[in-house]
């Protein structure tokens, strides 16, 4: 339930009419000019002469820099208020005034606590209210700027969509929903990217309509400064610090709207409930876990066996009518299950097919990069494709006549029941669609469910194209979680818990820990009254930040310092680096160490190229022998095809390959060499190389995943296309920001013409959480962007993987609460 004013007691928009005739007025777009113009906005001296009214996009930003617009206006379509409008700082805010439609009213007054005038689109609304007329919230904003009376109007960060793919500034409220699919194979730049070349026409159109406005007021002797990018025509261009010393002269303030004396009415403002039952089904896998971890169902939390506490989890929804536990095991299940009691029936049915099939070690592989993520595997996996079992769950729905089901791992303890994109949720938005396809919700790993029907399941089990629940909904490249739309098979959850990266499933030890030492304490004796996403998500970050137990999850191991680039994109370029290679005795030594956590995962990269070490397919074995759950290269690929081919045998599982470039001409220039064409040859080489079992599709499932990389920089830019036409279809591209270094006590950046797109300073800090770097002497660096070593504070010849891990978290606490967390120090050199 919500308290919310009724229509009829807010001030439209007529009232203002002139309101600040004369006074200079800034519209303030998401655009990427307005990170330039921050600083000009942000200066407390001109700021009480001009009027700033923002777009939603804007706001965010302009919050961060503590900026508090006039006014903000929403569009006509704004269907995630909560992303853009939720946890905004109040105080800032308190005298700035919120023009949403008069249909979106109640929506917006759920997160907007401030001033708020309603506009009419149509019909009584706009007689009622006035209208700022449809479209996008740029168009909006300036009518209102010239309702208002504003001349001249200053345009800042209402720029076309670049070649470089870049359409709005960093810290919007889409770069924090895009913050929890980051990963290494996930980059910001290729989300940024694809958004773009997807919605090219839909900037297009925006711009010719903002030029259209412009063209309108030049003829009717009005003035529009564009004080952006510098591409508006018509815009008499000017820099922002112009604008303000030349018009911002006087001043008329925007008038508050009146006070809320109108007494305000209880409404529901939760999805409405539909009567209609499902069945609830949980995959039981008597042994291994969604990535692959070997797991045990018996394990206890809380004083009882996982699978009792998702049974009783799952039980206490109301939408469930009785619960199906799907399992290779089924005597062993019904003696783990006893007598629970829970208030429907629980059946235990024996699969008739495996429910772990031959594409199983390709969906593991993808996702064990970011498994505290829903979505952002390799490809697209998401955490439901860890743990559906498609054939098996089509074949029990369909011998019992039911047309679809609600489904979770039998190791989710913790899913959701209501108000976070819950079992209830997802329920309900299963039957609006009709009880088709996979509807889910976007809450962190364990706690969202899935409900499907069986022709889609069916569909998965084929595992051809598109055969994972990421390719379903689009996340190989179509749906970039762009919070103007979002699919109706996607239930969101709260803002605050869609971009929480934290993991709810009891498989690994190291996750088993977590939810034990996190959880247990406030855990209820019976599952109808578990903590909602409020408490856990609180209480599992607390423990991703605590001293390590287990070796890091992600082990970054430089094997040479050796690599034939040496241009703009090689580290080489900042001078030779020379350290003795890796050593059979000192990998046997680390990889010895590894095997308690069981979910360790390894990159081979660093300084030098992996694949010139002669080693590196005996390594890859070894890795695996030692329990390692899948094995990353990152080369240049400029090696033979007999010792690319041994490298495949070892059971690589991921390949990424720097090639930076879609020309000779430009991989020359990044490379420093010309042998563009036998790196091209070389990729194709791989890709023949993949293997995909069971007959199922190669470019899906085949390993290795094979990841052509380019920086994104300007002496790339004009490549980006066509990069991304070569590879994009693979579903595993990635472009990347250039590299950062720390050379001893010098930071060495990039500097580039090109707006910023690295990861946010959360994903990387969340990515240093869980790896460490060893370099190929077996010294151990704090920051990860070191390349000399000179932070090393353990070397592994000395001391073991989880001491030195241990140093290595310490030593980054110290230096977060000595710099703060945006130093060098804390940041990530790749994704």
Excluded at 347 to 363: H, K
Excluded at 393 to 411: H, K, P, Q, S, T
Excluded at 438 to 460: I, K, N, Q, T
Excluded at 724 to 747: H, K
Aim: a neutral charge.
């Amino acid at each position: 339930m919500a308290s919310v004013p009724t229509a009829q007691h807010l001030d439209g928009v007529a009232d203002l009419s002139g309101a600040c005739t004369g006074s200079l007025g800034i519209l303030v777009a998401e655009g990427p000019s307005l990170a330039q113009a921050l600083p000009a906005l942000a200066d407390p001296g001109p700021r009480s002469k001009y009027i700033m009214v923002c777009t939603t996009g804007a706001l965010r930003p302009l919050v961060a820099a503590g900026i508090a617009p006039d006014a903000v206006v929403l569009g006509v379509e704004e269907p995630d208020l909560e992303a853009i409008l939720g946890q905004l700082p109040g105080r800032l805010l308190s005298s700035t005034t919120l023009f949403a439609p008069a249909v979106l009213e109640s929506a917006a007054s759920r997160w907007w606590s401030g001033p708020m005038r309603l506009t009419g689109e149509g019909g009584s609304d706009s007689a009622q209210f006035g209208s700022l007329g449809a479209g996008r919230a740029e168009e909006r904003a300036h009518r209102l700027l010239r309702h208002i009376g504003c001349d001249p109007v200053a345009l800042v960060g209402v720029d076309p969509l670049g070649l470089d793919g870049v359409w709005h500034v960093r810290g919007t409220a889409l770069d924090s929903a895009w913050s929890a699919q980051l990963n290494p194979f996930t980059t910001l730049a290729t989300l940024e990217w694809r958004l773009g070349m997807q919605r090219r026409e839909f900037h297009d159109s925006a711009m010719r309509r903002v030029r259209a406005f412009v063209s309108a007021d030049r003829e009717a002797g009005l003035r529009v400064l564009d004080a952006g990018a510098g591409v508006v025509a018509d815009a008499t261009e000017m820099s922002i610090s112009e604008v303000l010393l030349r018009h911002a002269v006087v001043r008329r303030p925007l008038p508050l709207p009146r006070r809320l004396l109108a007494p305000r009415i209880d409404i529901d403002v939760g999805p409405a409930r539909q009567a209609r039952s499902i069945v609830g089904l949980i995959v039981a896998d008597s042994q291994f876990g969604g990535t692959g971890v070997p797991r045990h169902l018996d394990s206890e939390f809380g004083g009882r066996p996982v699978l009792v506490r998702t049974i009783e989890r799952m039980a206490s929804a109301q939408c469930i009518e009785r619960i199906i536990v799907l399992t290779d095991a089924p005597d062993a299940m019904k003696d783990l299950i006893g007598n629970v009691r829970v208030r429907v029936p629980v059946e235990v049915e024996a699969c008739t097919c495996p429910l772990r099939g031959p594409e199983w070690q390709s969906i593991a592989a993808s996702r064990l990069w970011c498994d505290s993520l829903w979505g952002g595997g390799i490809g697209g996996a998401t955490v439901f494709d860890e743990m559906l079992a498609p054939q098996a769950i089509a074949d029990c729905l369909a011998a019992r006549r039911i047309d679809g089901a609600m489904i979770i791992g039998a190791d989710w303890p913790l899913v959701l029941i209501d108000g976070g994109a819950g079992i209830e949720d997802v329920a309900t938005r299963f039957e609006a669609v009709g009880r088709r396809g996979v509807v889910f919700g976007d809450a962190p790993p364990g706690l969202s469910p899935c409900a499907a029907g069986v022709d889609a399941l069916r569909s998965l089990a084929e595992r051809g194209p598109g055969a994972t629940v990421g390719a379903m909904a689009g996340l190989r490249g179509k749906w970039n979680y762009d919070l103007r739309s979002s699919p109706r098979w996607v239930v969101h959850a709260p803002f605050a818990a869609r971009i929480a990266t934290v993991r709810a499933i009891f498989d690994s030890p190291r996750s088993k820990l977590r939810m034990r030492r996190g959880l247990e304490p406030i855990l209820p004796e019976s599952g109808s009254a578990f903590p909602g996403w409020m408490e856990i998500i609180p209480a599992l970050e607390r423990q991703y930040a605590a001293l390590p137990t287990f070796a890091p999850q992600h082990l970054l191991i430089e094997l040479c310092t050796g690599r034939f680039a040496n241009g703009s994109a090689s580290p080489h370029r900042y001078g030779t680096i020379q350290r003795p290679p890796m050593t059979h005795a000192l990998m046997e030594r680390i990889l010895e160490q590894l095997i308690d956590a069981r979910d360790v995962v390894i990159s081979f990269a660093g300084l030098g190229d992996p694949m010139r070490h002669q080693e590196l397919p005996t390594f890859i074995r070894m890795a695996k022998n030692a329990g390692v759950r899948a094995v990353h290269v990152r080369t240049e690929l400029l090696a033979s095809s007999g010792v690319i081919g041994a490298m495949v045998d070892a059971g690589v599982d991921v390949v990424s390959v720097e090639l930076h470039a879609a020309c000779a001409h430009t991989y020359r220039d990044t490379m420093g060499f010309d042998r563009y064409e036998d790196a091209l040859a070389n990729v194709r080489r791989l890709l023949d190389l993949r293997r995909a079992a069971g007959g199922a599709d190669i470019d899906l499932f085949g390993l290795p995943f094979v990841v052509p990389r380019m920086q994104r920089r300007s002496a790339t830019v004009a490549d980006l296309a066509g990069f991304w036409q070569e590879w994009g279809r693979l579903g595993t591209a990635v472009l990347e920001a250039p590299p950062i270094a720390f050379m001893g006590e010098e930071e060495r950046a990039t500097h580039d013409r090109l707006v910023d797109a690295s990861n946010p300073l959360r994903s990387q800090r969340r990515e240093l959480w869980r790896r460490m770097k060893i370099l190929s002497d077996g010294l151990v660096p704090a920051a990860e962007c070191d390349l000399l070593g000179s932070t090393a504070v353990a070397t592994l010849e000395r001391l073991g993987v989880l001491d030195a891990w241990r140093e290595v978290v310490s030593r980054r606490r110290d230096i977060r609460r000595e710099s703060g967390e945006g130093c060098i120090e804390l940041r990530t050199r790749t994704p």
